[in-house]
Structures are given as structure tokens and as C-alpha cells.
């Protein structure tokens, strides 16, 4: 029952460093290479990989599947950092900024299409299924996208209205990786649905973690600048729940520092962090956080496995949202 | 074994006037049925439905498909458009124009999920072969498409290079289109190649016969500004004959108006046009463009079909490749 996560997930780095995507002509396959080398932890292919083990004892029928997996995620950045005019991945230029917008909408297109190519090496029994599981899982990320971008123009979004877009734009896949795996491992069809509703409920409790980690993580272990979303007046969950309780002088000062041009970064920064601490916003998102998380522990305790076949996906769930503040 | 090719047309488009694509957030899905309802001669899945019919005497079984394929060749216009920076389509304003960039991108990325899933409307014992094509056409006119911009920007293009490139950018998905329809009529997968190979070579022949008509078509018949590919400097089977061939003072003058920034339309148009005389351009063109159409009708000859099979995929050809100077 044992999973070698880290033998596994080298296997799959090995896999897709093999890759070619295609050959002719290389501004197309370039790219593609280009940003599934840039790394990340594989979180998404590594779920289909667990989930499939978990009922099977095996991962490897899952391994085409889950680079799909991993192609889209990777699909997805490269399109949303146009949008977002993001000048840099994982520390790198992105693609848009190293080629072209032109190059990276056509690479992008054509990674969606060797996304569905991966997806399609199931067994004929499991075809038909993965293929609709995965168009619904597609069409929402981009639902999710369109929804943040939609957002971001809004003076105000509700609690609701965030939690249901992170839903679309980060959780489902994780749900849909999950629920692949399991599909493949020979899982009923409850415990496919047990793996996808915990994969989502991670999902939304993670991104909630990582709203929370841009305000009150620490630099040295956070990935990104912390502050960042402060400063570029994010609608993260944590701004949301601020401006829908802020009242009276702190409404004033919120306001203001959400509509200056200029000011000093370190001071928007501390300014709005003090804000969110008097009105208690950190334990509100850690409380929200935390019922999503029990939520996805209870779906977990629920699959119609032993402990020790859950016990991977137990552990590796576990550091995943397991980073410390 | 008649095809009534009007009143199929009309079904289709009002099968595709009545799909929503998707509902929320609206600036996804307006766009897609936008340009869906732009109109368009629906050649492509026109195509499938011939083909099928051919093999069954039923249109029916490939419908959904055939929405497959007009979506498939939508979303490509719209994601073009947006690299093309084109202002309009079909004489409308284009997606990304009417909304912006991004909702183009994303909309478009949206419309290729939903193309997958019409595509995977088939039975059981084709969807495996149908996804494989349409996976592998769809790559390759992604190809097709980063080729062209790459001609744009080189010095010379050979007469094979460009004809490779108008072969995946628009010929295969005619030849896809013709295949999958004989697929899902139940012809052998002999005749299943010919009606390919016959798509691919009238989609080549239709791409000369639309660059000829660029220089020598009626105004009042062509749906485009005639002359247009010659003031953008586009390279069509006519330049790069002309680039090949002119010597002395003819290269001299046909390089001088592709580098020259400002100048009277009209003039540059006639100047071209009559280079392009003097070095028997046309009638070049029209060589190539006839083998195309000789390679087509043989391989039409050889279906396992009878003539009155046969008929409505000659005569709705007929009709398309017959478009007058």
C-alpha cells in the first residue's frame, strides 16, 4: 500500500521532460516544453497518481492521464498570465514575455489539444466518462477565470460569490485529478464522488490559505511577495470579508488606501493588515478554512478503504496544507 | 439518395441558433453564440453531413459532430482574429474587438472544450478514432497557424513550404470534416482516406483559387476588398511565384512596392497586378490549383459509392469551387 511519492513524482518529471508535445514548428512546441519544465510540485498529476494507487494498488495505469492533468493546469497559466500581463512564472519569464501574446494563445491552444490527447488513454471502459468529467472540469476553470476577471472590476463581490469562484478556478480541477485517479483505480462511483468532493473542499480551503499567507505568512517560506495582494487591492477573501464589516472611520481608511496611486508599498501594506486584525478577519478565514478542511477530512474518512490505502493520500494532504504562516 | 441541401443547412443552423454553449458568466458564453450566429456558409459541417449521407442515405447520426467541426473552425477564427489583430468578421466587429482581447482568449479556449464534447457524440465503437482525428487536425491547424505568421515575417517563402502551410491551416480540417462523416455513415476506412484526401486537396485548390481571386476577382462576386492580400504584402501563391521569378527591373519594381510605406492603393494593386501578368502568374497559379482539383475528383472517382451517391458531395462542389472570376 506503500506510494513512493518522491520516486513517483521523479518518474513523472522524467516523463515529461521526454515529452516533445510535437515537433514543427518549434515557436508552437517550444513553449509547451518551455513551462511544463519550469517545475512546480506536480500537486495535480500526483493526485490522480494517489487517488488511482489508493484502489488499485497501482499508479502507473494513470500516468497518461495524469500528464493531461498536468498539461492543462500548465494550459491554463500560460493563457491566464496574458491576461493578467504577468511578467513572470515560478521566478521566469512567461511565455507571453519570452516569444509573444500571439505564441503563447496558439501554444496554449494547441496544449489543450495535447491535454485531451493524454486524457484519452484510459481503458475503452472508462473513456466516454474521463472525456465528459474532464469538458465539464474545463469549461468551469475557465467559468472561474472569467468570474476573477469579472471581479476584479466590482466594488464589492459577497463571501458567496468568491467562495463559488475559487470553486471554478482552483478547486474543480483538483476534484476532477482526484476523481480521474479513483475512476481508473476501479473505485465505485461513490467513492469517486467522495474523492472529488474532498478534492474540491481542499481546494477551496488551500486557496483560502494561500489569501491568508499574502497578509500574515512569512517571507522567508512564502513563495510570493507577501503583501502582494494588498498592495494590488486584490479581492481576496480576506479584502471581501474587510469591506463587508468595516464601518464607520475604518470604511474611510480602507477606502483610502484601496483607491490611492501613490503610496508606499510597506505602508498600504501594514495600514490594511492592522485594519484586518481589528476587525478579526484572520480568524474568520482561518474558521472558513477550517470548515472546508473538515469537510474534505470527512469525505476522506468516508471512502471505502482501509486506513493504510488511505494513508498516502492522508499524508501527502497533510503537508499540502500543512504550510506554516 | 437525394440531399436536400437547403433545408439541411436550415436545420443545422437552427440547431446551432438554439445552443446556449453555457450560461454564466455571461461574457463567456454571448461571445461564442456571437459569432456562431455571425452566419457563415457552414461548409465544413455541411461537408460531414454530405459525407455521411453518402455512406447511409442519414445525415442524422452526425450532427452533433458536424457542430463539433463549426464550432472547432470558430473558435480558430476567433483566437485568429485576436493575433491577426482583425477588426472585423464577416463584416461585423470581431470578438475581441466588440469585448476585448482577453474575453476573446478565453471564450475561444472555451468554444475548443465544447467542440470535444459534440465531437464525443458519437457511438461507443467510433469515439476513440473520431477524438484521435480531430485531436490531430486540430494540432495541426494550430501548426498551420503559427506558420503563416512566421511566413509573414520571413524574406521568402518556397512554393511548397506555403502550400504545406494552407494544407494544415485550412485544407485538413476539410479533409477532417469529409472523414469523419464517412466514418460515422459506416464507409470502409479505405474510402474513409479518399473522401480525406479529397477534402485536403480541394481545401489546397480552394486557398489558390481565394489568392487568385484577390488580384482577379469581380468586386461585385468576391466578399472581400479585391486587392487586399497585394497592399498587406500578403504572401499568397502569386508573390511568392512572382518573388521566385522576377529578374532585373521587374524585381527591382515588385521589391520597391513591398517596401514602400505610403502609396495609393489603387496604384500599388495595379502595379502588382501587372507584374504579376507579365510573369504568367496567373495562369501558374491556376496550373497548381487544377491539379489540386484533377487530385480531388479522382479520389472522388474511386468511393466505393455509385454515381447517385456520389452526386450531392460532386454538385455541392462543384458549387463551392466553381465561384466565378
Redesign the interface.
Known amino acids: 500500500m506503500s506510494f513512493a511519492l518522491q520516486a513517483v513524482r521523479e518518474h513523472l518529471n522524467q516523463e515529461i521532460a521526454a515529452l516533445p508535445f510535437?515537433q514543427?514548428?518549434p515557436?508552437?512546441y517550444e513553449p509547451i516544453r518551455y513551462l511544463m519544465q519550469l517545475g512546480g510540485k506536480r500537486l495535480r498529476p500526483l493526485l490522480t497518481l494517489l487517488a488511482c494507487h489508493a484502489f488499485s494498488d497501482r499508479w502507473e495505469p494513470a500516468l497518461a492521464p495524469a500528464i493531461g492533468v498536468e498539461l492543462f493546469h500548465n494550459f491554463t497559466l500560460m493563457?491566464d498570465d496574458?491576461?493578467d500581463d504577468a511578467p513572470l512564472r515560478r521566478g521566469e519569464p512567461t511565455v507571453h514575455e519570452k516569444w509573444n501574446p500571439?505564441?503563447a494563445?496558439?501554444s496554449?491552444?494547441?496544449m489543450?489539444?495535447?491535454a485531451?490527447?493524454f486524457m484519452?488513454q484510459v481503458a475503452?471502459v472508462h473513456?466516454?466518462k474521463v472525456?465528459?468529467l474532464f469538458?465539464q472540469c474545463?469549461?468551469e476553470v475557465?467559468?472561474g477565470?472569467?468570474?476573477d476577471?469579472?471581479f476584479e472590476r466590482r466594488a464589492t463581490v459577497s463571501e458567496e460569490e468568491y467562495i463559488g469562484m475559487i470553486r471554478l478556478k482552483t478547486a474543480v480541477l483538483l476534484g476532477f485529478a482526484l476523481e480521474l485517479g479513483a475512476l481508473i483505480g476501479g473505485a465505485s462511483e461513490a467513492d469517486q464522488h467522495r474523492l472529488r468532493e474532498f478534492g474540491v473542499s481542499v481546494g477551496i480551503g488551500f486557496q483560502l490559505k494561500d489569501d491568508l499567507l499574502d497578509v500574515y505568512g512569512d517571507q522567508e517560506k512564502f513563495g510570493k511577495q507577501v503583501g502582494g495582494d494588498i498592495i494590488a487591492n486584490k479581492k481576496t477573501f480576506l479584502l471581501i470579508k474587510a469591506l463587508e464589516q468595516a464601518e464607520g472611520a475604518q470604511a474611510t481608511e480602507l477606502n483610502s488606501w484601496l483607491t490611492r496611486t501613490a503610496f508606499e508599498k510597506e505602508e498600504k501594506v501594514q495600514a490594511v493588515r492592522s485594519l484586518y486584525d481589528q476587525l478579526h478577519i484572520r480568524k474568520q478565514t482561518e474558521q472558513r478554512m477550517n470548515v472546508c478542511f473538515t469537510t474534505a477530512w470527512q469525505a476522506l474518512e468516508q471512502l471505502q478503504l482501509s486506513d493504510a490505502q488511505k494513508a498516502p493520500l492522508r499524508t501527502f494532504t497533510t503537508q499540502l496544507i500543512g504550510r506554516e504562516f
Do not use: W
Open positions: 510535437g514543427h514548428p515557436e508552437l493563457h496574458i491576461m500571439n505564441v494563445i496558439l496554449g491552444d494547441v489543450l489539444v495535447r485531451y490527447e484519452a475503452d473513456l466516454r472525456l465528459a469538458s474545463a469549461a475557465c467559468e477565470q472569467q468570474l476577471m469579472n
